[in-house]
T-cell receptor, first 115, second 111 residues
């Protein structure tokens, strides 16, 4: 079966611009989570969506937002980009039970570079 | 607040040697623990998911043990190969499905 698909794979943006990243989960998975990975901070949780509702949110500024569509595909948006937003953004999908009972499957990530 | 630690941060071994990777967590009330592999610039590949009721989980050359009471999990990779070179991460979820990751162990297997 198809894995988690993230598009685009690479992005270069200028400070102040906004960006939208996309994630298509494994078929049948209803939960999509987003993580930011940087060399200094490691992997940090952004938010989780389940059945089109944000179920959990990490400690990121309001410039980071997301949404989930009825087909479980998710997008995350970052507005007013800053240099510090340069990172690998990873999406993870799961069946959606509590406590991540069935584990997570991650996508290949989107490498965002802000110049 | 859950904290997850992986020591050492880096490890270099000759090919054929067994690898032992450690993961410790501060809150023993975990639901499960997942081990991942990450190649440079790539996403995370799930290796093993071990539920809180399990003591160990095996897949091929990989074996993960879990000791909740001591807050530790160990990933064993038997007969290491150069292709095992990667960063290995462990993660535990909270009640809200948020994963807390360790900092990872970067492994280099020398031919």
């Amino acid at each position: 079966k198809a894995g988690v698909t993230q598009t685009p794979r690479y992005l270069i943006k200028t400070r102040g611009q906004q960006v939208t990243l996309s994630c298509s989960p494994i078929s049948g998975h209803r939960s999509v989570s987003w993580y930011q990975q940087t060399p200094g901070q490691g992997l940090q949780f952004l938010f989780e969506y389940f059945s089109e509702t944000q179920r959990n949110k990490g400690n990121f500024p309001g410039r980071f937002s997301g949404r989930q569509f009825s087909n479980s595909r998710s997008e995350m948006n970052v507005s007013t980009l800053e240099l510090g937003d340069s990172a690998l953004y990873l999406c993870a999908s799961s069946l959606g039970g509590t406590h991540a009972l069935y584990g997570y499957t991650f996508g290949s990530g989107t490498r965002l570079t802000v110049v | 607040k859950q904290e997850v630690t992986q020591i050492p941060a880096a490890l270099s071994v000759p090919e054929g040697e067994n690898l032992v990777l450690n993961c410790s967590f501060t809150d023993s009330a975990i639901y499960n623990l997942q081990w991942f592999r990450q190649d440079p610039g790539k996403g995370l590949t799930s290796l093993l998911l071990i539920q809180s009721s399990q003591r160990e989980q095996t897949s091929g050359r990989l074996n993960a043990s879990l000791d909740k009471s001591s807050g530790r999990s160990t990933l064993y990779i038997a007969a290491s190969q150069p292709g095992d070179s990667a960063t290995y991460l462990c993660a535990v979820p909270d009640a809200g499905n948020k994963l807390t990751f360790g900092g990872g162990t970067r492994v280099l297997v020398k031919p």
